[in-house]
């Protein structure tokens, strides 16, 4: 190729780079922050089973950016599982995240988020949800599948207490939440937390109104089959919503999938799981619930002028040069866990449209990574 021709190709990298570039914040900044509660309550909108979950960590974030301010945000969020049930109108402020020794659940997704026009909007999600067993013990609750044939029909004898109790209306089970036990002296006994709704019962048949107005709540229970105690919390049935002309409307409450024969479809499964994937044609960009390698144009290191440039490697990508990765902290995510080369941001002018922050490495000893972020909970 003649000289030319390279001078235009050259010309052509370095305009697109000029309109595209990678930015690392730190995983605690305001703007990773907005990001990730942002991903939370989309997250949240969108499981319409079992309960609410809680942001707990941010695990990485990198933002794409263009002059035009339409940047793109993959972000890395660790959340846990609160005993908000999702009808719940409880703000999720006021909900407690389960403690590990009650068997927390942990979820960990990946979040792609565009923010056009200054507000940001989730474009596509990849999420994995499991048990947290690390704190399990002797004795200690342990959840059992949605399923278990014995620990339906204590859901099914404590219902029976209840509707017993109850003088206005009889409930029929409209969702498990979740089931456990836990041995002690004499046996197993049984914990429960499932929500009703209210129902027309001839005999032992009962159908569940369908009627927006209808009572739903949620019960725990605890004991055996032949002797227990339960508790309902009734929820708000219509949720006011103010709209932009600040005037109150009433809205329906979440749908929620009604359950037949033997109460629950999921068989084996000991809770339920966050929505696992979102938009698959963005699925290359989502490396976390898929624990892969993620693929994504970094783009070159801007130094001051007259310095020779080179290509910036992705700090999530070992070298020969990188630090030993730090211990397992024990977060839900194989990415979380490993180390990133420590960095500063540093702001430089550089003759493109687009004003980008340059990652300098300098000695990793005196520098503190950007992230992961810190841990809220646990």
């Not at 940001?120 to 690390?134: D, G, H, N, Y």
């Not at 937390?193 to 009572?215: F, G, H, K, R």
Request: a negative charge.
């Amino acid at each position: 190729m003649n000289p030319l021709g390279i001078t235009v190709v050259l010309g052509l990298l370095a305009g697109v780079w000029a309109q595209i570039n990678v930015v690392r914040p730190q995983c605690d900044s305001p703007e990773a922050e907005e990001a990730a509660l942002v991903a939370r309550d989309y997250l949240n909108t969108q499981h319409t089973h079992g309960y609410k979950y809680a942001l707990n960590r941010i695990e990485d974030i990198k933002i794409h950016t263009k002059p035009d301010g339409d940047n793109t945000y993959m972000l890395e969020i660790e959340l846990l599982e609160t005993d908000c049930h999702v009808l719940d109108p409880t703000p999720l402020a006021n909900c407690t995240v389960r403690p590990k020794i009650l068997t927390a659940v942990e979820g960990d997704c990946d979040v792609v988020l565009k923010r056009v026009g200054g507000a940001l909007t989730v474009t596509a999600f990849k999420c994995k949800t499991e048990e947290s067993t690390e704190d399990l013990c002797v004795g200690c609750h342990t959840l059992l599948p949605l399923n278990d044939t014995t620990a339906l029909e204590f859901v099914q004898a404590s219902l029976a207490t209840f509707n017993n109790m109850t003088v206005n209306g009889t409930y029929t089970v409209m969702e498990v939440g979740r089931m456990s036990s836990q041995v002690v002296s004499g046996g197993p006994i049984y914990f429960a937390e499932y929500v009703v709704v209210e129902a027309n019962c001839i005999d032992d048949a009962c159908v569940p109104l369908n009627d927006t107005m209808a009572a739903r709540g949620i019960c725990t229970a605890k004991g055996l089959t032949t002797d227990h105690t339960v508790d309902c919390k009734m929820f708000l049935t219509l949720m006011p919503v103010v709209d932009v002309n600040s005037t109150a409307a009433l809205a329906m409450p979440p749908t929620v999938h009604i359950h037949t024969g033997s109460l629950t479809p999921m068989h084996g499964l000991r809770h339920h799981k966050l929505t696992t994937l979102h938009d698959p044609h963005l699925s290359g960009l989502l490396s976390e619930s898929a624990e892969s390698a993620e693929v994504v144009p970094v783009a070159p290191t801007v130094v001051d002028a007259g310095v020779a440039s080179a290509p910036a490697a992705d700090p999530a990508s070992p070298t020969a040069a990188d630090p030993a990765p730090p211990a397992n902290t024990g977060s839900a995510s194989d990415s979380s866990a490993s180390a990133e080369v420590p960095v500063v941001v540093v702001k430089r002018d550089v003759p493109a449209p687009a004003i980008v922050d340059a990652v300098t490495q300098t000695d990793p000893i005196a520098l503190v990574p950007v992230c992961p972020g810190r841990v809220r909970f646990f």
